[in-house]
Structures are given as C-alpha cells and as structure tokens.
C-alpha cells in the first residue's frame, strides 16, 4: 500500500520560504518550454505537480509575479523560483520546482515536454519519452 499522508518538504536557497507537499506528486517532468527557461534562467525546468489544497507554504511568503497567463512564485529574499500556476491549463495543480525539495529525487521525471524548444547543446538520452507540446 503507498503511504498517501506522507509529507515532504522543500523552500528557497535562503531558507526564507519553506513549504510542505502531503501525499505523492501527481506528475514530475522536465519542461524545456522558453519560458521556463527563461524565468528559471536555465536549459530546462524539472517540475513536481501536485493538486493545491497538497501544497502548503509553512515559512515565509512566496512572491507572485503575473506574465504570460500564469503565476510564477519566488522567494522574495534570495530570488529562488518556487512554483508555477496555470489555473486555465491545469486547474487546482501547483507546481514546484523539484530542485528545491529537500530530497529532489523525491519523484522522477517521466517524460520530457516541450521539446520543440530544446537548446541545441543539449542532448537528451536518458531514454524519456520526449513531446514536442504538452499533452
């Protein structure tokens, strides 16, 4: 039986903003969309999902700001990028930046997504489905 209550925990470089996920993730994938990788100021995102009501902040205040149709959460202090929210894509899901939990290899990737915007350096070959879109 998978334990469903579990809590793991995650926050910012500076410690400022701390959060706790209940329960497994409902996702985990690398995004390698342009705007992950320009907000997150790297060649790829790897992302957990998990439904909001999962998803408590239990330090500090995570900072909003609004482009492109979502939310992008980050810690105020240090500058970390915490979470996104895209409320018409994917309704009730919050996702969270996996190297930020304490335990990043607390869920693993199972796909790469938006690929169609992958830079050319890199070379995918950890045998990952790949898609061009988000399905």
Not at 70 to 92: D, H, I, M, Q
Not at 96 to 104: E, G, K, M, Q, S
Not at 106 to 126: M, N, S
Request: glycine share 10%.
């Amino acid at each position: 039986m998978v334990e469903t209550t579990k809590e793991t925990e995650g926050g910012c470089f500076c410690d400022a903003v701390r959060y706790t996920i209940i329960g497994p993730p409902d996702f985990s994938t690398h995004c390698h969309c342009r705007s992950c990788q320009r907000a997150v100021g790297t060649a790829f995102a790897s992302w957990v999902g998990v439904q909001s009501e999962n998803f408590k902040v239990t330090r500090g205040q995570i900072k909003i700001c609004n482009t492109h149709g979502v939310e992008r959460g980050f810690c105020g202090n240090c500058g970390t990028s915490l979470t996104y929210v895209a409320e018409k894509e994917w309704p009730g899901v919050v996702s969270i930046l996996a190297p930020t939990l304490d335990d990043p290899g607390f869920a693993t990737p199972g796909a790469h997504v938006y690929t169609e915007h992958q830079l050319p350096w890199i070379k995918l070959d950890d045998g990952l489905p790949q898609y061009e879109q988000f399905t």
